[in-house]
């Protein structure tokens, strides 16, 4: 029937009155893309339920224009503009478009940027529009893949929702009964819900508390594993934090360590930090304490935006030197301790008073007022406002996001004739494979095209 009726429907271009260049196409009911929205609020799915069935958005085109831009008017009557070389660029043929391995080859090397089309046509049921370029090329999308593709900002902050999730910032008034939420270690070691739930929260307020886990050495592994692989550093891939004759590292002594971000030396520095509590401290001692540094950016940005600019300008030397299983390293970076993107927001803080070097490469005249700037950073982390306390119990692992949370730790009671009062597993997870874990969990796979 559509076909009858709007059978004529042809587009011709580049000439004429505007009214020339329109088809119309009745459609069937369209959904827009942002039915998709990933539910970030997902709660935990009943124990063996399958991964969620990917929900099909529809969209429907009603007409198509070329111009500067392809203009193609959505069945709900809002407009959106496709620029014509990322078409072609984007053209998803056999010769352009690998589909298993879903990677574009489009010889960049002969691709005619400024190629136009010579024709536009939408299928009768507007689910497809094929282009036709003057080198003969043929191009065929999906509307619904368009519709994600939109370039309206209301598109393209929903398809960067996916990339980060929105961050949480606190203080202690939102942590006062902290941890406000716990993870059951079995629920995320055996639903795919329970997995998202932990890693959600774990990316959105950088830090979350599992309970009810086995004091087994390798538990830290297997959680590690079930979100990805362990990330190894040069301690190692599981480590060991107890009191240990001869450390390598002054988290294997027992004495307090001062607020801190791990393995800020490293360039590629490990995103997210587990500690699996085994034993814990009897005595006084051993809590851990945990500071959000965005919250302590933001306030030093309101406050003091001088130090704000030393500590996000001046660059400093980070340093790891020892040996650790007979290998001798000497780490080193060179970063400031508030690190913005293009944007200005801080993507990653690196905090450690063993791990700043001595050596401090700056013109003179930059040290004096970055060290009263660090001071005060110090002082706001420190402040009752910003900074929580909470001693992990055998049986938690407590992870936070290590570009983001700044984490200390007070003394605690020796080891006594070689008996560990308190002993931590330890291993690393890098965001880039957290977050892809997310990315898979909580959303469908690419529509494939229709061609
Ligand atoms: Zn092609």
Redesign the pocket.
């Known amino acids: 029937m559509l076909r009858t009726m709007y059978g004529q429907a042809k587009l011709l271009l580049g000439h004429g009155k505007e009214g020339s260049h329109l088809i119309s196409i009745s459609t069937e009911a369209h959904r827009t893309a942002s039915s998709t929205a990933t539910n970030f609020s997902v709660q935990p799915q009943p124990k063996q339920q399958q991964p969620q069935q990917p929900q099909v958005p529809k969209a429907a085109v009603s007409r198509a224009r070329l111009a500067r831009h392809l203009e193609l008017t959505w069945r709900q009557g809002s407009a959106s503009h496709f620029p014509l070389t990322w078409l072609?660029d984007n053209?998803?043929?056999?010769?352009?478009?690998h589909p298993e391995s879903k990677s574009r080859t489009?010889d960049w090397a002969t691709c005619d940027v400024t190629i136009k089309p010579k024709d536009v046509q939408v299928s009768d049921d507007g689910k497809t529009v094929i282009v036709d370029w003057l080198d003969a090329?043929?191009?065929r999308f999906s509307a619904e893949w368009l519709h994600e593709r939109r370039f309206e900002e209301d598109a393209r902050k929903k398809w960067l929702s996916t990339y980060k999730q929105k961050k949480h910032i606190w203080g202690s008034a939102q942590e006062e009964n902290f941890p406000r939420k716990r993870f059951n270690f079995s629920a995320v070691m055996s639903t795919d819900g329970g997995l998202l739930q932990w890693l959600l929260e774990l990316e959105m307020r950088g830090v979350a508390i599992l309970e009810g886990a086995d004091s087994d050495e390798s538990t830290v592994r297997k959680l590690a594993e079930r979100v990805a692989f362990i990330r190894r550093t040069h301690y190692g891939e599981e480590f060991n934090v107890k009191s240990k004759s001869d450390p390598s590292n002054v988290a294997y002594t027992e004495q307090a360590l001062q607020l801190h971000t791990d393995l800020p030396y490293y360039e590629y520095k490990p995103g997210v930090n587990m500690l699996h509590c085994l034993m814990q401290a009897q005595g006084e001692g051993g809590e851990n304490q945990l500071v959000d540094s965005l919250r302590v950016a933001m306030q030093l940005k309101q406050n003091n935006p001088e130090a704000y600019k030393a500590l996000t300008t001046v660059p400093i030397d980070w340093s790891d030197r020892g040996v650790e299983d007979g290998r001798p390293f000497q780490s080193l970076h060179r970063a400031p301790v508030i690190c913005e993107d293009a944007e200005g927001n801080v993507v990653r803080v690196n905090y450690s008073q063993p791990q700043r070097d001595s050596h401090f490469s700056v013109p003179l005249e930059q040290v004096d007022g970055w060290y009263l700037a660090l001071k005060e950073f110090t002082r706001l982390a420190l402040s009752d406002e910003n900074c929580v306390q909470y001693k992990t119990k055998p049986g938690e692992i407590l992870s936070f996001d290590n570009l983001r949370i700044l984490h200390g730790r007070s003394s605690y009671s020796p080891a006594v004739n070689q008996i560990y009062e308190r002993h931590i597993v330890g291993a690393y997870l890098d965001w880039d494979e957290i977050r892809s874990r997310i990315r898979v969990l909580s959303q469908q796979e690419p529509t494939p095209l229709a061609h």
Do not use: G, L
């Not at 053209?91 to 478009?97: I, R």
């Open positions: 072609r053209c998803q043929c056999p010769q352009c478009y489009v090329h043929n191009s």
